[in-house]
């Protein structure tokens, strides 16, 4: 239902995020090395993308991009129409886990990003998203004291506080054991029902892909292209062994797997 | 014994006072053996401190010394701590004035005494003033590294929920980086304490350092000596278990193994 919903926005309504003729290269040691080669997305509003590749083919590199901290070498990330030129507070880049602020407890870091709000409507605010992410009787704890898989929710809150329509996620439950993992995803799309910002997720495991997301972007090796972008019409929850969602999976281990064979 | 095992509370108390105990045996009966005239024996020794504390000089030395020291180090660290963090925030800034801070930091501070004296006479200034000195370039040094050593994911979350830069560095940075501030605070007061006592040997007459210097030159009293020896090691022992206990605020934990 929602993926049906999200693409007849994608196609009637201006898209909330698109890269046009995007190319990054770095220099290293006097030559530039090519790493995103001519990328054209167009993400909808409220929809949930992933993007998998092969390792190293540069898929942080466009999530950085998109996010504002690199510049492109040339072509354009467009967020509403506007040139992105830099981060900003609309749009949070979540890290595994690695981007929460140890010296801050729970409700220190969930605050962080609120200090322009009036003290009542933070106060709501630390207490919704603790709720929301589970991290009741956390409050006062630091970082130190928290497992992986509360440290990574702890980072999704303190990008949700802020109320940001978009979010990027760069191999947020990669290095999360695999049962949290699991729990991890259902909550995500838990919050992404209740919360409807736009996502743009990295991962190399198809499997997450294919459970996530509307549409799934598959990147080429270096330098990358949009190999192909497959649409998910699979409605949550979903059931990992019918035979569409398989089919799905399948197609996208191939298109993967031919391009490693080149 | 476990060496993993946490040791138990009493046994924390315990071994360090018995080996305290047997060092003073040790002496002492080495003192007994060697027919020694010179040396003091623990005894002599400690009739002496309690000779210094009837006349009223125990307290006022040691307090002396620890002023000096406070003077000196707080300049150190109330001017070095904003310098190191600039340096460390402008790498450009840092690679400019690192020659000359690299070339000044290995000129033990008792080579300054005569430029020290120069500039300021023989008094309180020139003490104050090598302790500042002895104090400053280890807590520039760990400032600077401190700052260049905070993760860039920590810049980048700053970054990304809108702070500014003067925001950026009080809110990331310095927190950050503060528990490598605190560990070269603590390396340049153990430093500090070293520089005071030569420091009163020869530009002050007062301290534990004019101490030592004035019981042997009148008289070659070294009950005395070797009392102004015992407590310069017990309060530079004090002052260090006191700066540890910095460690246990919550908000630099994180960034202390347990041994430091
Ligand atoms: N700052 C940089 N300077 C130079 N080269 C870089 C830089 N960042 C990334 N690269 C190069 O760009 C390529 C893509 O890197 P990127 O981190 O985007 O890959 P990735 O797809 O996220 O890989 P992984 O799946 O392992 O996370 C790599 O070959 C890397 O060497
Ligand atoms: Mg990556």
Known sequence: ?262 | MNSLAEPRKWERVFWPVLASIAFLALWHFCVIWSHTKVFPSPLAVEKGMLELARKGLLLRYIADSLRRVALGFGAAAVLGIPVGLTLGWYPAANQVVNPVLQMLRPISPLAWIPVAIVFFGVGDTTAVFLIFLSAFFPIVVACVSGVSNVPSVYRRAGRNFGLNPAQLLARVVFPAALPQIIIGLRIALGIAWLVVVAAEMIAVDSGLGYLVIDARNSGKRYDLVVAAMLLIGVIGLALDLCFRRLRNIRSVRWGFRNEW
């Open chain 1, 1 to 262: 239902m929602a993926g049906i919903e999200t693409d007849k926005r994608a196609e009637t309504a201006q898209p909330k995020l698109s890269t046009e003729h995007l190319t990054v290269a770095f220099g290293r040691n006097g030559k530039t090395t090519p790493v995103l080669n001519d990328i054209n997305l167009a993400v909808g509003k409220g929809e949930f993308l992933c993007v998998v590749g092969p390792s190293g083919c540069g898929k942080s590199t466009l999530l950085s991009t998109m996010a504002g901290f690199l510049s492109p070498t040339s072509g354009a990330v467009k967020i509403d129409g506007e040139v992105v030129n830099g981060p900003d507070p609309r749009r949070i880049f979540v890290f595994q886990e690695r981007g929460v602020f140890p010296w801050l407890t729970v409700e220190g870091n969930i605050e962080f990003g609120l200090f322009h709000l009036p003290g009542a409507e933070r106060r709501r605010r630390i207490i919704h998203y603790i709720q929301l992410v589970g991290l009741e009787g956390f409050e006062k704890a630091y970082p130190a004291e928290l497992s992986g898989g509360m440290k990574q929710r702890l980072e999704v809150a303190r990008a949700l506080a802020v109320n940001p329509d978009m979010l990027f996620l760069d191999e947020p439950f990669g290095s999360l054991d695999s049962i949290t993992r699991l729990t991890m995803r259902k909550e995500l799309l838990r919050i992404w029902e209740a919360e409807r910002n736009t996502i743009i997720f990295v991962t190399h495991d198809i499997d997450e892909a294919v459970q996530l997301a509307d549409r799934v972007a598959v990147m080429s090796d270096r330098p990358a292209r949009i190999q192909g972008i497959v649409k998910i019409d699979i409605e949550h929850p979903r059931d990992v062994s019918s035979p569409s969602y398989l089919e799905l999976r399948d197609g996208i281990s191939q298109q993967l797997g031919l391009a490693h064979k080149i």
